[in-house]
């Protein structure tokens, strides 16, 4: 894994971070480089349990909603924890209300622009309410990657992928944008293409 880290930093030397995740957790880190945690990803434990239904037992930088099947129908989500958008299924920013009820509320949001676009896909996400969220000053990061229709498929960036200036007009203003394509996937010259969509 600290292979698989060191391979990735190489791609922008000086301009990226890590986002630990399976595949980029070297244990114990040993790249200097910022760091941030992702639902229950971390350099100790690929996969730590987040939720217990719905009582937090992890904290990261941001984290998945607990699925709505394994929380009561009352839940809301606890404060000063920074959720991502997800999408249906999902017991929190899963939809256009949801959304609008947590910007509302001023809280610190994880914008993945490929759920966003799983959310369009489905129809439960209002112009209205993308237009307000993506002018939202409390987006704590951004996720990227290209979504297939109603499937989180973590797929390459491409000329056609939602969200991309949006993302680079962030990452220009400080927010992290975290690029979450499969990367291992791919050889080394589709690598830098991919760090060349956001910078």
Same mark, same amino acid.
């Given at each position: 894994?600290s292979?698989a880290?060191? *391979?990735?930093?190489?791609?922008?030397?000086g301009? #990226?971070?890590?986002?630990?995740? $399976? =595949?980029? +957790?070297?244990?114990?880190?040993?790249?200097?480089?910022?760091?941030?945690?992702?639902?229950?990803?971390?350099?100790?434990?690929?996969?730590?349990?987040?939720?217990?239904?719905?009582?937090?037992v992890?904290?990261?930088?941001?984290?998945?909603?607990?699925?709505e099947?394994?929380?009561? *129908?009352?839940?809301?989500?606890?404060e000063?924890v #920074?959720?991502?958008?997800?999408? $249906? =299924?999902? +017991?929190?920013?899963?939809?256009g209300?949801?959304?609008?009820?947590?910007?509302?509320?001023?809280?610190?949001?994880?914008?993945?622009?490929?759920?966003?676009?799983?959310?369009?896909?489905?129809?439960?996400?209002?112009?209205?309410?993308?237009?307000?969220?993506?002018a939202?000053?409390r987006?704590?990061?951004?996720?990227?990657?290209?979504?297939?229709?109603?499937?989180?498929?973590?797929?390459?960036?491409?000329?056609?992928?939602?969200?991309?200036?949006?993302?680079?007009?962030r990452?220009?203003?400080?927010?992290?944008?975290?690029?979450?394509?499969y990367?291992?996937?791919?050889?080394?010259?589709?690598?830098?293409?991919?760090?060349?969509?956001?910078?």
């Open positions: 894994m292979e880290a060191e *391979t990735l930093l190489a791609l922008v030397p301009r #990226v971070g890590l986002q630990l995740t $399976p =595949g980029c +957790a070297p244990d114990p880190i040993t790249v200097s480089c910022p760091t941030r945690t992702h639902h229950g990803f971390t350099s100790k434990a690929l996969r730590a349990q987040v939720w217990d239904g719905g009582t937090l992890w904290h990261g930088d941001s984290l998945h909603p607990p699925l099947r394994h929380v009561p *129908t009352d839940w809301q989500p606890p000063g #920074v959720l991502e958008t997800m999408y $249906p =299924g999902y +017991a929190a920013l899963a939809n209300d949801q959304i609008a009820a947590a910007m509302d509320e001023g809280r610190w949001i994880a914008v993945d622009v490929a759920h966003l676009d799983i959310q369009k896909y489905h129809g439960v996400l209002a112009d209205a309410v993308l237009n307000r969220l993506l939202y000053e987006v704590a990061e951004v996720h990227v990657s290209t979504s297939q229709d109603a499937r989180d498929s973590h797929a390459k960036l491409t000329a056609s992928t939602w969200g991309i200036e949006w993302a680079r007009s990452l220009a203003t400080g927010t992290p944008v975290i690029l979450e394509c990367m291992h996937k791919l050889t080394h010259e589709e690598r830098l293409e991919q760090v060349a969509w956001l910078i």
